[in-house]
C-alpha cells in the first residue's frame, strides 16, 4: 500500500489525519494559490517543492502522461475505488484554473466506471459549470445519474483573512447551497478550527443543504479550551442532528476532549457519503 502523497503514484492510500478524509486520494499538483496562511503542505515534506503556482508532480512528464498514469491505476484498483470513492485532493486545491482541466478529464473517467469522487476545494467558480452541465444533460433528456457520484466539499474556516487568494467563505457558502438545490451531495471541511465561534458559525450558516461535516483543529496550533470545545461539540451535534446531516468528529478532536463523541449526528471513518 502506497501512502505516501508525494509519491510516483497519481492515486494512493492517504494515512494520518489525511486518512481520516478517504481510503483513496488523488493528487496531481504540489503548490496552491489559495496561498492559505495554516497550509499544511508549506511546512514538511512538502515544503521543498512548494509554491503558489501549482506544479505537476515530477513523476509525471506532462499532462498527458499524469491522466494515462491515472486511468492505470484507476483500473487497477477498481473495486476498492468504486467502494470507497477518491479524494481529490490534498497537495493543492483541485479546482483552481490552473488544476481544473486534469481534476474534469480524472472525474470524467471516475463517472465512466461508476467510481464516486470527493471534491474539496476553496474555490466557487467552477460550480456554474457543473450545475449547467447538469441542467443541460437534464433538459436534453440525457441521464444525469453522473451527479449521484459527485460529494463536493468546501473548507470553511470563517476567515478569509488567512485563505488571500481563495473565494470568500460567504462565496463557498452560497455554491455549497446551489450545488446541494441543484441534486449534489455537499459536505464541509470545518478544518482547522481558527475559532470555535467562526466555526459554528459556518455550521450554522450551511445547516440544511451540507450533508456531512468534518470537523478538525488546526495542526499543531493553540488547543481550544476543553469546556469552550464540549459546548461546541454539543451544539454541532444538536443543530446537525436537528437537520439530518452527519458529522465526522477528527481523531484530535476526541483526544483532546479525552472521549469519544456520541450522538445520534455522528459517524465513524466507515460512513460512506454516497450510500
Ligand atoms: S487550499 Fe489547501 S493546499 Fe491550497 S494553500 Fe490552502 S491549505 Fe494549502
Not at 469522487?117 to 437534464?138: G, M, N, P
Not at 441521464?143 to 470568500?168: C, M, Q, R, V
Amino acid at each position: 500500500m502506497n501512502t505516501k502523497p508525494f509519491n510516483g503514484k497519481a492515486i494512493y492510500n492517504p494515512s494520518g489525519k489525511a486518512g481520516e478524509y478517504s481510503y483513496w486520494a488523488c493528487n496531481f499538483y504540489t503548490g496552491c494559490s489559495n496561498d492559505c496562511a495554516y497550509c499544511y503542505c508549506k511546512k514538511g515534506v512538502m515544503s521543498h517543492v512548494w509554491s503558489n503556482a501549482p506544479k505537476l508532480k515530477k513523476c509525471f512528464k506532462d499532462e498527458k502522461h499524469a491522466i494515462e498514469v491515472f486511468e492505470r491505476e484507476l483500473m487497477q484498483n477498481l473495486p476498492e475505488l468504486q467502494k470507497y470513492g477518491l479524494f481529490f485532493t490534498f497537495t493543492s486545491d483541485p479546482m483552481l484554473d490552473s488544476t481544473i482541466e486534469l481534476t474534469k478529464s480524472a472525474c470524467s473517467r471516475c463517472i465512466r466506471n461508476n467510481v464516486p469522487i470527493k471534491i474539496l476545494t476553496k474555490r466557487a467558480e467552477f460550480s456554474k459549470d457543473f450545475i449547467d452541465l447538469f441542467e443541460h444533460d437534464k433538459n436534453h433528456g440525457r441521464s444525469t445519474d453522473w451527479i449521484k457520484l459527485y460529494a463536493i466539499g468546501f473548507t470553511l474556516t470563517g476567515h478569509d483573512e488567512l485563505e488571500p487568494n481563495a473565494s470568500t467563505n460567504a462565496e463557498r457558502i452560497k455554491v455549497m447551497q446551489k450545488l446541494h438545490n441543484a441534486g449534489f451531495k455537499t459536505w464541509a471541511s470545518i478544518e482547522p478550527i481558527v475559532d470555535l465561534k467562526a466555526s459554528l458559525s459556518c455550521i450554522e450558516q450551511t445547516l440544511g443543504f451540507c450533508d456531512l461535516y468534518k470537523i478538525g483543529l488546526m495542526s499543531g496550533g493553540k488547543l481550544p479550551n476543553k469546556e469552550e470545545l464540549r459546548m461546541f461539540v454539543g451544539r454541532v451535534c444538536y443543530k446537525a442532528s436537528a437537520y439530518g446531516a452527519k458529522v465526522y468528529w477528527k481523531d484530535c478532536i476526541k483526544k483532546h476532549l479525552g472521549r469519544d463523541i456520541i450522538s445520534a449526528a455522528t459517524v465513524d471513518r466507515s460512513y460512506n457519503i454516497f450510500k
